[in-house]
């Protein structure tokens, strides 16, 4: 009986879950032997660049504590469980340094390595992979000159994915890894920083600048103070088209919810009625349940959230709403002020996204529904899925010391150092390798929104049907699969039926291999 040969390149927290579900799927069927190549050049598999361990402790997470679980069915601990045995304590709606949690994955991937049941053979390269070619029933990974029967890729949030782009004196095609972009050679002391971006990577790169540098907050009644090191740059300008800022996480010690769970259960309930009437549409139907729910949520009879919704995704901020809306945002998630629209949108859209995902994954909306859609995910990403708010406050209290100007949105400002800090769409011209050659190769199709196109066993989607032996799972088929950056193991299902289905097709291959 023959190995059955699988690469997995990319092993970021994608990576580990795929080969934790392939480990467990194998173990019970101990008379089929595998062997697995993993393709991670970082030091620590499954932290992935964006957990990198080594990154400044000031980078936070998005994502509360208490829901981080590289595990299943309790075969290993929660991210809580395990903090529980560090020196530092973590509650359950901490947002805690990405680096913590990017050990806390690493310690994962090796245990999954420890643990692999003895038909595993696990093989770890520590290279990347510039392309993934068919070869006959096969496919050749090179350069390294290997040739598997499965390949799946999870390359994530790749740093190479601006392909025309490179780092000179003055450019800096994106801030990660921080350690190595962001140094003070490449952004001295004093400098002019001009900030491509006004969102998450924004707020990461202006933390790396100024308090990855010495500088300190420290708390105050309304926010926070800002003791400088003098290492910091002397303005960072960030600039966008729309120039509309994020709204801060609730923080949950602070915040009184208005309604409920009982309340959301209707809800929920509700929009699944919605989304499995025949024909649903996200333009027709299910924006407009939401938009109805966000009325309900502050007890509006006057359905006022279309009205706002629409009006602030038209609308250009000024320098003055910047700073308004920000100071808006923050006092309501520390709990200073009542609820407005915005808070009602963003809180339904939070609540009831695993349904939307579940709805819209998969799924070919009709092209006028998913430019729609995208429309109104941009602008919900906003509101919904905001930084914690100390990271508000901080920005807040950067821009009232000076160090962060909201007068040049228009990117007009004269700088010493242009950064980078948007993540581009997923989508084919963006794609680094290997993917972009699978596509060019008809290997990969994109679908209307915009991902690459997978079925629900991540099994890659040509234009006339399925690469036997390729998948995909992860950032590069968002749109395809909505909501890949998360660590929440039980958002998605890809791992375990892309597992599931490997080793059932060794089952079959090894059966006709005895028929002969």
């Given at each position: ?10 092993c ?90 990017g050990r ?45 029967d ?15 782009e490179?780092?000179t ?7 990660f ?8 050679t ?57 120039g509309?800022?994020?709204?801060a ?8 919810q208005p ?10 309930a ?8 025949p ?22 009879p ?14 250009t ?16 998630a ?20 695993p ?43 950067l ?13 007009e ?13 997923a ?5 680094a ?8 190769d ?18 890659a ?28 193991r ?27």
């Amino acid at each position: 009986m023959s190995d059955t040969e699988i690469a997995i390149v990319g092993c970021g927290p994608k990576g580990l879950y795929a080969l934790d579900s392939l480990c467990e799927a194998a173990r019970r069927s101990p008379r089929h032997r595998f062997t697995v190549h993993i393709f991670e050049p970082s030091a620590q598999p499954g932290a992935g660049p964006i957990y990198d361990p080594r990154q400044p402790e000031v980078l936070l997470m998005n994502f509360p504590a208490g829901l981080i679980n590289a595990w299943t069915g309790g075969r290993g601990p929660s991210f809580m469980e395990w903090a529980a045995r560090s020196p530092k304590p973590v509650d359950a709606g901490d947002y805690v340094p990405r680096a913590h949690v990017g050990r806390y994955l690493f310690w994962s991937f090796e245990r999954v390595v420890a643990q692999a049941p003895s038909n595993v053979r696990l093989i770890r390269h520590k290279t990347r992979v510039d392309a993934v070619n068919r070869n006959g029933d096969l496919w050749s990974i090179s350069p390294h000159n290997i040739t598997v029967d499965y390949v799946l890729i999870t390359t994530g949030h790749q740093d190479g994915f601006r392909q025309g782009e490179t780092t000179t004196r003055d450019h800096i095609p994106s801030p990660f890894p921080i350690d190595r972009r962001l140094t003070q050679t490449a952004v001295p002391p004093n400098s002019t920083v001009r900030c491509k971006g006004f969102a998450l990577t924004f707020i990461d790169t202006m933390l790396a600048l100024t308090e990855g540098r010495g500088g300190v907050f420290a708390l105050s009644a309304t926010g926070f103070n800002y003791a400088p090191s003098g290492q910091e740059p002397r303005r960072i300008a960030p600039f966008s088209r729309s120039g509309r800022p994020m709204r801060a996480k609730v923080e949950a010690a602070l915040f009184t919810q208005p309604r409920d769970d009982a309340f959301w259960d209707e809800r929920r309930a509700a929009l699944s009625h919605i989304l499995r009437t025949p024909n649903a549409t996200f333009t027709n139907h299910v924006w407009p349940a939401f938009l109805s729910c966000a009325d309900q949520v502050l007890g509006n009879p006057s359905a006022t959230s279309a009205d706002f919704f629409t009006q602030r995704s038209k609308t250009t901020f000024t320098p003055d709403e910047i700073r308004q809306d920000l100071r808006i945002g923050y006092d309501i998630a520390m709990g200073r002020r009542a609820q407005d629209s915005a808070w009602a949108l963003a809180e339904v859209w939070r609540r009831c996204y695993p349904q939307l995902i579940n709805w819209i994954s998969h799924r070919e909306l009709t092209p006028d529904d998913a430019h729609h859609f995208r429309q109104i995910a941009a602008e919900m990403e906003r509101l919904a899925f905001g930084p914690p708010a100390q990271n508000i406050g901080k920005l807040i209290t950067l821009e009232q010391a000076g160090i962060v100007s909201f007068d040049h949105m228009s990117g007009e400002a004269a700088t010493d150092v242009t950064i980078n800090a948007t993540i581009p769409p997923a989508g084919g011209a963006e794609l680094a390798a290997p993917l972009d050659g699978l596509l060019r190769d008809g290997h990969l199709s994109i679908g209307t929104m915009g991902g690459v196109r997978v079925d629900k066993h991540a099994h890659a989607l040509t234009r006339d049907g399925t690469a036997k032996g390729l998948s995909v799972i992860g950032r590069a088929t968002e749109g395809c699969v909505l909501g890949n950056d998360t660590l929440s193991r039980s958002l998605h299902d890809l791992p375990e039926n892309w597992a599931a289905a490997v080793v059932q097709c060794a089952r079959q291959s090894n059966a006709l291999e005895h028929s002969l």
